[in-house]
């Protein structure tokens, strides 16, 4: 007997859209995997990740301000609540949420609710002070340097080592004004 076709494009839809989160977690997973072969210091691997996803980052910020067709953010706070709420919706297919903001508005953390990045994932005894995730690090230093905001992302709570959720401290440490692309002549 045939497989009973789909009842929707949905269906068809949703269940592509499962198919490459897997693959691509797992194909995070096999570079990790590899860097661990390859680097003999886990120190190192977390900052190829972090170098990786920077170098992803300058390139995905076109891409998310073509495709999220949002207006320029006035502050950091507007920033870090798009990073949250369409930067992670977009390319992880998951929400964040943006809690612990300092005084002065320039530092707070990025709490996700969910971590596509891990499924599957169990860390050996050996990788201890692996920081798995931190291509995300990288990935949103990098945007927001293209942006023009430097900024400082470290990993605040990490469950793979035990913690109870994943948090990122993303930390503003400088911006620049923006040059206006266009001579006025
Ligand atoms: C602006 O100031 O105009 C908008 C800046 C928004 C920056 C959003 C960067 C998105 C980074 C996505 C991170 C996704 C991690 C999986």
Redesign the pocket.
């Known amino acids: 007997m045939p497989p009973a076709a789909p009842r929707s494009g949905e269906a068809i839809f949703s269940s592509v859209d499962r198919v490459n989160a897997e693959l691509f977690t797992l194909t995070y997973g096999a570079i990790v995997r590899q860097l661990l072969n390859d680097l003999e210091e886990v120190e190192e691997v977390n900052k190829q990740l972090d170098q990786m996803g920077y170098n992803i980052?300058i390139r995905?910020?076109d891409e998310?301000?073509a495709k999220s067709n949002?207006s320029?953010?006035v502050d950091f706070k507007e920033?870090a609540e798009?990073?949250a709420k369409?930067?992670?919706k977009?390319?992880?297919g998951v929400t964040a949420s943006v809690t612990k903001w300092d005084a002065d508005g320039s530092c707070c953390s990025i709490v996700l609710e969910e971590n596509p990045l891990v499924d599957f994932v169990e860390l050996p005894d050996t990788c201890q002070g692996l920081y798995y995730c931190n291509i995300?690090s990288g990935?949103?230093r990098g945007?927001?340097e293209m942006?023009a905001m430097k900024t400082e992302v470290t990993w605040i709570r990490d469950m793979l080592r035990g913690d109870d959720a994943y948090e990122l401290q993303v930390k503003l440490l400088s911006q620049l004004p923006e040059e206006y692309p266009y001579k006025d002549d």
């Open positions: 980052g995905l910020i998310f301000l949002v320029r953010c920033t798009m990073i369409v930067g992670f977009m390319f992880l995300l990935v949103i945007a927001l942006v």
